[in-house]
């Protein structure tokens, strides 16, 4: 039989050569592909968010794995044994104190880590209440997100208050999306650009993005919002300068007819509360 | 069983007044239509009549069962029937019965029957998500599935261990002869049967749209469905209520000379520690339940936005009651898992006081983590970083359980048994189910993960995973002892491993396929996840199998082909396996007195408790 020192010894040495094994894959492999991909900056802070998440997993799994597979091996009653017992052990204060201080630590880190990605990114990307913690510096392009059962509107307030059923958004501008219901809760997520922001009715939930190169991007309704929510879905598009002041002057003669029937451009708008819907 | 038997106070003269009750209140509540109330004419549908005959249903079914006949008969100045004291025959299972041991195997099947229908659920949405695109259900269809299987599955399960197993041995545990109220013990389990039956009263009323969580401005428009959902909930909620009480009070005073709190089972702490959550948060799922049914009915606006209510409001007290709750669905798992592995390690549970501690740790803490629900809903931007913090020091007392588990297994001389192997997958589900919770946690990362298969996947590895792992470790380690007869090593190992790989190969996908950008309860999906979509039916599929090896093996060892099991098959030194299987009406002759230790593995033998069974009656 080996000493309990050997037995933690070879544990230690499985955890540590895992580890080994699965850390780089972890960094360069599986990193680099973690969602949401590096559409913005924000996406790209998430990507690197979850990368350093699983970083710091990685020791604790492969710990936990290779403690079990040892135990499952070694621990093992022989075949066909009458039951005996084990040592009566009933704790061991080190370890249980080393265990106690190393999550501590990780704890401690990925919460410090998280706020600041969180107040680094302005939000990093999640709706953040009207008036978010986080603001960006310099000028910003605010679209208005309206969701309704079940389509998602946008208006566009520096254009008029122009309300389009497609998003089209500049390349490489800051872009402030003031999320809002006139029913249910929704939650608008657009997948590529790394924003989710929950659409409440009367409220201006804000979240900022910062658009790169021209693209496109998913969006989908991420909260349960009715008979059609799971066809609520959109593809939107990150374009030039040039190409988006054309297409909005293109949409402002197009609806210029019916602006005078829109509501004024507002935070959030009066929802209907005898609409019933499925 | 004589046919006179059938008349009485008994389940079938509570389903015919049930019945009865739920069509006098249906017609009194049309009754009360009002011009006043808007409504009601241009939309047809009376949710006052809904909830005026579900109420008298309920009491109609009650007093059919007999719960009227003790009170009624105090109050004429008669003797009290002693029909639910009866100690034998068939007939106990199918009415009200104060033995805590029948309770406890009322509940084992009737509870197993509402997770079987969930579970067929599941199947259903899992054959609609095989395409892309519309394949067999139709929205409205599809998402009465999801609301079903979630309600059902999170309504049913938080007394998915408490119910069969903690009324069944907590009194023995800490050496009583029953519960310390005995008749709410049974009204819980009769409160549960009668909400599962009006949730599925839903599909009557055209199904549910709003999932499990029912936010209320959907919840509020839509049709009369909705109000099965309530009225399911708020008896749930009742019956977690009543059901902590009385495990609380039972276990602080009705403990056996000498059990003092430090040696008492762990799984009695598990049992514990759920039971304040229940205590605690159950009243808040019932008053906020009540708000959104007098919206529904009375036209007040406590979620309203136009009449000065809001959405938010629902939403934190939902998840105030909703985030201890899935420690409700932890917690009697976490007993359950420290309580077999020393059986099966034979060793004593390593750092007894590490594992209260981290129950008691999770206990409070999951009061002070209920809006990492609503990182992105815009409420409370500021206060994210706090609930960020407090969600990931959940995962510290969680930590101190896994480090008890893994201590225990050191140097033991396991024995891989059918309870062993779900104990051991607990460890590896609840750690996959635990880790994938650290995403949700995270904010940045929230905001990918938040409302998409991830977070769905999330919670079924700590729920089913966790809980249903340590629900059916629980069913291969006590069952024998509760009915006197064997269930099969075989087929339980085949169970084990199929439903095992299953579901790994189930829900570990579903974790990608969230990452991907799949949100929740969408009936289409995008394309490109078909191929992955296909394997996780299929997977699914393989797991509702495995269902069928257990119920097989549960209906063959047990009815048809019987095996008396041993007094103590395991060797377990804990006080139930002291006794005679199945277990004597009145547990014990003399009230037993324990040792220092409730797990004496490797110790001296006159540490474990000392019994005196009682004789085991005809």
């Known amino acids: 039989m080996w000493s309990s020192r050997s037995h933690g010894q070879r544990i230690a040495a499985l955890t540590v050569i895992g580890t080994a094994i699965v850390l780089p894959l972890v960094v360069f492999v599986l990193g680099p592909h973690m969602p949401p991909g590096k559409g913005t900056p924000v996406a790209s802070s998430q990507v690197t968010d979850n990368t350093v998440l699983l970083v710091v997993m990685t020791p604790f799994t492969m710990f936990i794995l290779a403690y079990l597979a040892y135990a499952l091996v070694v621990f093992r009653a022989p075949k066909g044994e009458e039951i005996v017992d084990g040592a009566p052990m009933r704790g061991h204060f080190k370890s249980q104190v080393a265990w106690l201080a190393t999550t501590t630590a990780a704890v401690l880190f990925l919460a410090i880590f998280g706020t600041t990605e969180l107040l680094a990114d302005n939000g990093a990307g999640g709706g953040g209440g009207p008036n978010p913690v986080a603001k960006p510096s310099g000028a910003v392009f605010p679209v208005q997100v309206i969701a309704q059962q079940w389509e998602f509107t946008y208006r566009y307030p520096t254009y008029g208050g122009v309300e389009t059923a497609t998003l089209v958004l500049p390349a490489g501008r800051q872009i402030a999306f003031h999320v809002t219901s006139l029913d249910a809760i929704h939650s608008f997520w657009a997948y590529q650009l790394g924003v989710k922001a929950d659409a409440n009715p009367g409220v201006d939930n804000v979240a900022y993005v910062r658009t790169k190169n021209p693209s496109t991007f998913q969006i989908r309704c991420a909260e349960l919002c009715g008979l059609w929510h799971g066809y609520m879905s959109d593809t939107g598009r990150v374009v030039s300068a040039a190409d988006f002041a054309t297409w909005i002057a293109a949409r402002r003669r197009q609806f210029a007819p019916s602006m005078k029937y829109l509501p004024k451009y507002a935070p959030s708008y009066a929802p209907d509360p005898t609409f019933r819907a499925g | ?618």
């Open chain 2, 1 to 618: 069983m004589k046919l006179r038997r059938l008349i009485g106070f008994n389940l079938l003269t509570a389903v015919v007044l049930g019945v009865v009750g739920f069509y006098v209140g249906w017609w009194l509540g049309h009754l009360v239509k009002a011009e006043s109330i808007e409504y009601f004419d241009d939309t047809g549908q009376n949710d006052i009549a809904l909830f005026v005959a579900y109420f008298t249903g309920v009491v109609g079914f009650l007093v059919g069962l007999g719960f009227a006949n003790y009170p009624v008969q105090r109050l004429l100045g008669k003797p009290p029937s002693l029909r639910e004291k009866e100690t034998a025959g068939i007939g106990r299972y199918f009415g009200l019965c104060t033995d805590h041991k029948v309770v406890g195997i009322q509940y084992l099947i009737g509870i197993g029957a509402f997770i079987f229908i969930g579970g067929l659920n599941a199947m259903l949405i899992r054959f609609e998500l095989l395409r892309p695109t519309h394949l067999a259900w139709n929205g409205n269809n599809y998402l009465t599935l999801v609301g079903l299987h979630g309600t059902m599955m999170m309504g049913m399960m938080t007394s998915g261990i408490l119910g069969p197993f903690a009324n069944y041995f907590v009194p023995l545990m800490i050496g009583a002869r029953r519960m310390a109220f005995p008749r709410i013990e049974a009204l819980t389990f009769w409160l549960l049967m009668a909400a599962g039956t009006i949730l599925m009263t839903a599909l009557a009323f055209g199904g549910f749209p709003t999932g499990w969580t029912g936010y209320a401005p959907l919840s509020e428009q839509s049709n009369m469905g909705v109000d099965a959902y309530i009225a399911f909930f708020a008896l749930v909620g009742l019956s977690m209520m009543l059901l902590g009480l009385n495990m609380l009070v039972t276990v602080i005073t009705m403990r056996a000379p000498g059990l003092s709190w430090s040696r008492l089972p762990i799984f009695v702490w598990g049992t514990i520690t759920t039971s304040v959550l229940m205590v605690l948060a159950a009243p808040v799922l019932v008053s906020t339940l009540f708000m959104l049914a007098l919206d529904r009915t009375a036209q007040t606006s406590f979620f309203n936005v136009q009449a000065g209510g809001s959405p938010y409001l629902y939403e934190n007290l939902f998840w105030i009651f909703g985030h201890p709750e899935v420690y409700v669905l932890a917690l009697p798992g976490m007993g359950i898992v420290l309580e077999i592995l020393p059986v099966f390690a034979r060793k004593p549970l390593w750092g007894y006081r590490l594992a209260v501690t981290g129950m008691v740790g999770i206990m409070l803490l999951s009061f002070l983590v209920w809006q990492h629900h609503l990182f992105v809903s815009g409420i409370n931007g500021d206060l994210r970083p706090f609930y960020m913090l407090s969600t990931e020091l959940i995962s510290l007392p969680t930590g101190f359980i896994f480090v008890c588990a893994l201590g225990t297994l050191w140097a033991g001389r396991i024995r891989l048994t059918v309870p062993m192997l779900f104990a051991l997958a607990w460890i590896f589900n609840f750690l996959v189910g635990g880790l994938s919770g650290v995403f949700l946690s995270d904010v940045p990362s929230d905001v990918t993960t938040h409302g998409s298969f991830f977070s769905m996947a999330h919670f079924h590895y700590t729920i089913m995973g966790g809980l249903l792992f340590a629900f059916f470790g629980a069913i291969y380690y006590w069952v024998p002892k509760m009915t006197g007869f064997e269930l099969n090593e075989r087929l339980g190992k085949i169970h084990f491993w199929v439903m095992f790989i299953a579901f790994n190969s189930t829900f570990g996908p579903l974790l990608v396929i969230g990452f991907l950008g799949m949100p929740r309860r969408v009936v289409t999906y995008a394309g490109y996840l078909q191929g992955a979509n296909e394997w996780v039916s299929i997977s699914a599929f393989v797991l509702g199998a495995s269902m069928l090896v257990f119920l097989v093996n549960l209906v063959w060892t047990q009815v048809f082909v019987r095996t008396p099991a041993a007094a103590n098959p395991w060797g377990s030194k804990s006080i139930e396996f002291q006794l005679p299987s199945p277990v004597p009406v009145h547990n014990f002759d003399r009230i037993p007195t324990f040792g220092p230790d409730p797990y004496p593995y490797g110790g001296i033998e006159g540490t474990r408790p000392v019994v005196v069974p009682a004789r085991p009656t005809a």
